[in-house]
Structure formats: structure tokens, C-alpha cells
């Protein structure tokens, strides 16, 4: 089993900032992704019809037989994760859990900001989680959709993105929290500008990060760490939407232009790679 | 199950610092603690030896019905994790592997340094563990035994404690490390230090904070979290050394002077409460 693929999905390409952590943390494990890009954004989507979609890719890779899945999207996270432990016989891993606990790790003065889209804010999912675990601590939560569309536009490093992610996040300049989640995966790609803005008192929290320290906790405990250091070739992406346009944004965002991304369509039985 | 004790195990006090940490992130949760100062350090002794203490300690609090144990403690673990895991029926969580994984979220150029007891240092259980999860890791350890004695005798603000940790990790002025693994429960209480001397671009990983995030992670997964808040009076102390002793050094660091500390003899039919 230790030579098995890990599984990672997400709405599009957000979830490649937690692919990327795989790739650093990880290093000796095999990266098979799908980003269901024709179909995205789930935010705004009813919860079934995310479930619905989170299947047909979860399908796609547990007969590519891999070994652990994560949910790399917070809005699928909150849709699928309980239905997804109770039917697959793999550990499965979402987002929202461990940036909870990596909120809880980094607070001293218990006031945590969150951002996230609208719909993971709506879902109360992170201030849930964290007052479950803390009653003492004070959430801020903050819709960003606007950070997401900079990230798929590529326009992170520009000026005007600099601009939107200022006026955005003065919304916590009274709120005194020492802590801010990125609670959307496609946030760790503006991290950058987004601590300059909040300054060096303010510990940013990504949840993949944390969410591949949780992989690699199972990969111990259920002692299926693949020992040996691998070739990347063996990693597959796949897409539902146009391969060449998430090969651009994914080759920037992990340094690689050696990609290996393939099509999938969406057909009445699922998504199938094209011949 | 939910309302239940976690409990912690230590050769000594240094596991208090993992205990800290569980106030913080946890604070539903409930504390019993075992601190074996009598026959400290673990560090010298055979494996074999520091492998019965440690199932004296574990009878002990597995008799007072805890949901969880951790070995807050390096040396233990490495002596005894497999053992516990084997034959215990709740989770066991120890704090090497979550330093490992803690050290491969921090690094970015992947030259890791270890300080711990000589003995953590001799079993190479960090170096291992790393090199397996990443084979390009370049790992450099120091055995520390001093810094022990310096938080043991309460001077952790002393000039000749910064001078005594200054010259000692001017050993790895030319190691290039970007992370430091503090791989001894006692050294979180000289981090101030410790980080002043390496500077800020070294990242200092406590390997205790991440072990505690291991342990929410796995209340998450077995749903097992006390869901309400809790009265510190229920929390446990116990020391096989002088209580009065333990008290003094786990209230300072704990910042808590109302702890319940109490002494247990060591009998010929394992650790006892004193009436």
C-alpha cells in the first residue's frame, strides 16, 4: 500500500496550494489531482450538487486505487467529508479541521480572524469548529470572493490586487486578532501580500499546510509512508476544464512546466479521461 | 467517552511544557499528568528500564479511565511508543513524529537542526524519521543535556544561561539550518533565548505544541472532544519526586498556583497514591 498514490481534489484549481505543500512536506508521495474547473465555483451551489460533484471525482480516483484522499476545498470540505468517511474504506482528510487547530496552535489573545467565500463563511464551519474546541475565543469572519478571482485572473503580484486586498481586510483593523485563517485554498498564493497588509503581529494560518502535517500523521500512524524518494512523473492532474489553461496557472504555482494534466469528461457514468 | 482526562506521562517536569500547550489549544479538555522526577532523567537508563517505568505510569492513568494518552517526553517515546501502541486500546501519541512533521511544514531549505538529550541525539530517532519522509534533508543534531539542568534549576533568565545556550549553538553557525527542532520537552521554556541567539530567520518547532495539535486532530477524528468548557480543578498532578518541589516549578510555568499535586510511592505492585 505504501507506493499508492494520494488523491487530492478540489472545485478547480485552488486546491494546487495544498498539492504544493504535499510536494514540500511530502516529497517521497505520489500526487494524483482532479480539478473539477468546468463546474467551478462551488460556493454558490446547493450542498447536494456539491456532493454530487465531489463523487464523481472521488470515483474517478479510488479506481486509480490511491491510498488516502484529501479534500482540498473548503466548500467541498463542508459538504462531503462526513458522507465520504462513512463510505470510503480510506482516511480521508478535508481543510476546515486543521486550520482550527492551526488557529488554536498560533493564538495567544484567542481573537482569530477568518477568511473564506462566501459560502464557507455562511456555513459557519471554522467559527463552529473553533468555539467547539474553545469556548473563549472571538471569531471575525470575512467573505473574500474578490481574492479568488485575483488568483484565477493571475493577477497576484499587481498593483490594483494589492489595492482590493488592503481596502478588504481593514474590516479586522478594530478587531485585535492576532491570528488569521486563509480559509479558502486559494489564498496562500496572495500570503504575501496578505502579511504585509495585516503586518508581523498577525500569524497567518493555511490550512493546507496544516492539512499535509495531518496526511502525514496518518501516513505514521497507519505506517504506510512510502520510504523511498520518487521520480515526479509518476504525479497526474486532471481537469474537467481546459487542460492547457490549468496547465499554465498550476506549472507557475509549482514550478514545474513538466506537468503531466489530462481532460476529463463529465459523462452520465462520471468523469473519463479522453482518448 | 467525551468528558474523560487525557493523559500526559514524563519522566520528569520537561512534559509540562506539552501540558502548557494543552491548556492553551484544548482548554475543554481535562489533564492528568505523571511525572516520574524520582527516577529522572530516562535519558542514561537502558531501554529496557525506561520501558517499565513508563507502563507504571500508563497502569496508573489507564486505571483512572483516560480517553488518550501522550508521551510528553522524547526519551520515552523513542523507548516505548510501539509498545503502548500495541497493547493499548486508547490512542497514543508521542512527540517525536510531530517535531518531524512540524521541522518539513517549517523548512524551506530543508537543513534541519535537532537539539535534545544526549540520548534522543544517540537513538537518531528525529534523523531517522526525517530522512525517511525526505530523503534530501540535510539533518544536524546537538545533544544539549546543559539546557536541561539550566530550566531543572529554575534559571532560565540568567546571563549565564544565555551565555551557556549562546555558546552552545555556535555549533551550528555554519550549518545553513533554517529550523530548529526543539527535541526535548524542556527546551520550550528557554525558547526566548534560544530564538534571540539563532536569530529570525531560523524557525524554532516545538515539538510539544504540535503533538497537542495531533491530539485535537485525533479528538476530531474519533469525535471524542469534550464539547463544553471545564474547571481547571479537575485536573491531575502527580510526581513520584517531592510534590511540594513539582509544585513550585509546574506552577511558575503554568502560571496556576491552585494546582492539585500529589505523590505516589513507587511499591512493588507499580505507583501508588499516598493516604
Redo the contacts between chains.
Keep these: 500500500m505504501t507506493t499508492q498514490a494520494i488523491g487530492y481534489i478540489d472545485s478547480g484549481i485552488g486546491g494546487i496550494t495544498v498539492a504544493r ?1 504535499a510536494l ?5 508521495e505520489v500526487v494524483y489531482y482532479v480539478g473539477d474547473t468546468a463546474r467551478m465555483p462551488y460556493g454558490p451551489r446547493p450542498t447536494e450538487e456539491v456532493l454530487a460533484y465531489t463523487w464523481e471525482m472521488v470515483d474517478f480516483l479510488v479506481k486509480k486505487d490511491i491510498k488516502m484522499l484529501v479534500i482540498a476545498c473548503n466548500t467541498a470540505t463542508a459538504a462531503a467529508l462526513p458522507d465520504l468517511r462513512a463510505k470510503l474504506d480510506i482516511p480521508v482528510i478535508g481543510v476546515i ?2 486550520g482550527v ?2 488557529a ?2 498560533a493564538t495567544k489573545n484567542k481573537r482569530i480572524g477568518v477568511i473564506a467565500t462566501a459560502g464557507t463563511v455562511k456555513s459557519q464551519a471554522y467559527a463552529k469548529a473553533l468555539e ?5 475565543v472571538v471569531v471575525s469572519q470575512l467573505a473574500c470572493p474578490e481574492f479568488v478571482q485575483i488568483v484565477e485572473n493571475n493577477q497576484s503580484d499587481s498593483a490594483a490586487a494589492t489595492a482590493v486586498i488592503s481596502d478588504k481586510l481593514a474590516y479586522f483593523a478594530d478587531k485585535d486578532i492576532d491570528t488569521l485563517v486563509l480559509g479558502c485554498t486559494h489564498f496562500p498564493l496572495l500570503d504575501q501580500t496578505i502579511a504585509k497588509v495585516m503586518g508581523e503581529n498577525v500569524a497567518l494560518v493555511n490550512s493546507g ?2 492539512a ?3 496526511v ?2 496518518m501516513l ?1 500512524e497507519l505506517n504506510i ?1 512510502n ?3 520518487i521520480d515526479r512523473s509518476k504525479d497526474e492532474y486532471y481537469t474537467t476544464g481546459d487542460a492547457a489553461a490549468f496547465h499554465t496557472l498550476a506549472s507557475r504555482w509549482l514550478n514545474d512546466d513538466n506537468l503531466n494534466v489530462q481532460h476529463l469528461a463529465m459523462t452520465t457514468t462520471g468523469l473519463k479521461l479522453e482518448n
Excluded: F, M, T, Y
Excluded at 514540500?24 to 517521497?28: C, F, I, S
Excluded at 467547539?132 to 473563549?136: E, S, V
Design positions: 505543500e514540500r512536506q511530502l516529497p517521497h479541521a486543521p487547530r492551526g488554536l496552535r467547539h474546541k474553545d469556548g473563549a499546510a496544516v499535509i502535517e495531518n502525514s500523521a505514521d509512508s520510504p523511498a524518494s
